[in-house]
């Protein structure tokens, strides 16, 4: 199980960019809550896939979402830490 903390502004964040991005719909599509969020290995696996649709042809991995952010770190860590 892999773990990720939401805020009530992360949640208000990612479905405001909704369905547009991988990233944000592999959130969605898993449901995500705000607060602690337990994600089974196959669900932390979609989530990282629509990160990495978002990346091809070396765009940038949370289009929509200031990569300085708090949601932005916290989903970096989250990506790198799905082994």
């Known amino acids: 199980m892999y773990n990720l903390t939401l805020t009530e502004n992360d949640i208000e964040t990612i479905f405001f ?3 547009r991005y991988g990233w944000s719909k592999s959130l969605l599509d898993i449901g995500i809550n705000e607060g602690e969020n337990l994600i089974r290995e196959s669900d932390a696996w979609k989530v990282k896939d629509g ?4 990346m091809e042809g070396n765009h940038s991995a949370f289009p929509m979402l ?3 952010s708090d949601l932005a770190e916290k989903l970096v860590k989250f990506w790198d830490s799905i082994v």
């Open 17 to 19: 960019v909704g369905n």
């Open 51 to 54: 990160i990495d649709d978002d």
């Open 66 to 68: 200031d990569s300085r």
